[in-house]
């Protein structure tokens, strides 16, 4: 049997041509493009790295002002006088501090529970509230030197007749301070004290008064005011050891705002107006350690 050569049917000439370069062309699109969106990335890169890296002094020059985070309910440190201009020793010395960075303070008040959040959340550059510098604090927050020195000091009814020396002797009684102060931490690292947290002196106070605190623990420098001005029976205990000394705290990372403010606070000291600041509020130097 034979078989038939069967003729291939010649390939059209359009056939033969080399194939359509509009793939080739979109490939060199994409890789062109793909380099392009690597350029942008490092870039954006580049710029939210520079963005990060400013220092908080750049930030405040460029505003004009260095926004201070403060209670606003915490006299003689700082209140609301009865214009509504805020006041007090921390006012003052906030202040002297911004002019000598050449900027206006601007004065943010929120309650002291929240407002290590808020300086870490931006909602203002430095805290000026007489907070103590402790070893916690240091390791998220940077601090400037410190501006006032004082001690741990106990408020007791003015009909007990019972003398707290120490915070021993406080062991199974109730002892009211402040939410997140020093005195809170001081307290309950003595064993065998009930401490109760109040968010601030005048709830503390009314409860020691009422009688269902033994005793309350505040600084000494404002134990004079607070007694006075609350209006109840209540009187100073024994100095406890001295507190944490109090400095301004502000983000880490930020070394050339760290230099201008303690080179400020170095001259304000030099020069006396902290010393005329403490004479103001306190008739005595704060500013400087205690004497043994």
């Known amino acids: 049997m034979k078989f038939a050569l069967l003729k291939t049917a010649p390939t059209p000439a359009a056939s033969r041509q080399p194939p359509p370069r509009g793939p080739r062309k979109l490939g060199a699109a994409r890789r062109f493009l793909g ?5 942008g990335l490092i870039g954006a890169t580049f710029t939210a790295v520079t963005a ?3 220092d908080l002094l750049d930030q405040v020059k460029a505003r004009g ?7 606003g309910t915490f006299p003689p440190f700082n209140s609301k006088a009865a214009n509504g201009e805020l006041v007090g020793y921390d006012v003052d010395i906030a202040k002297a501090v911004a002019t000598k960075l050449g900027v206006k303070p601007e004065f ?6 929240g407002i290590i959040a808020g300086l870490q959340a931006g909602k203002f550059d430095v805290i000026v509230n007489q907070v103590g510098v402790t070893d916690a604090r240091k390791q998220t ?5 410190a501006y006032t020195y004082s001690a741990a000091q106990l408020i007791q009814r003015k009909d007990d007749s019972r003398q707290f020396k120490s915070l021993d002797d406080l062991k199974g009684l109730k002892l009211g301070v402040g939410l997140g102060t020093n005195y809170m931490d001081m307290a309950k690292s003595v064993p065998g004290i009930d401490v109760k947290t109040y968010p601030g ?5 009314r409860d020691l008064a009422a009688g269902r605190l033994d005793a309350a623990l505040n600084d000494r420098l404002m134990l004079a005011y607070l007694i006075k001005n609350s209006q109840l ?12 000394p109090s400095a301004i705290p502000f983000k880490k990372g ?20 902290f010393s005329k600041i403490s004479d103001k509020w306190f008739g005595i130097d704060v500013t400087k350690p205690i004497a043994k």
Not at 35 to 39: E, N
Not at 201 to 205: G, Q
Not at 233 to 244: H, V
Not at 254 to 273: R, V
């Open 201 to 205: 002196a005048p709830e503390y106070l």
């Open 65 to 71: 002002t260095l926004r201070v985070g403060l209670e």
């Open 233 to 244: 029976p209540l009187r100073t205990g024994a100095t406890l050891e001295g507190g944490n």
């Open 35 to 39: 380099k392009l969106l690597v350029a």
């Open 108 to 113: 943010v008040t929120t309650e002291w529970s």
């Open 141 to 145: 927050l940077d601090f400037s030197p």
């Open 52 to 54: 990060h890296a400013e």
């Open 254 to 273: 930020n070394p050339k705002f760290a230099k201008a403010i303690d080179d400020a606070m170095t001259q304000l000291e030099a020069d006396g107006t």
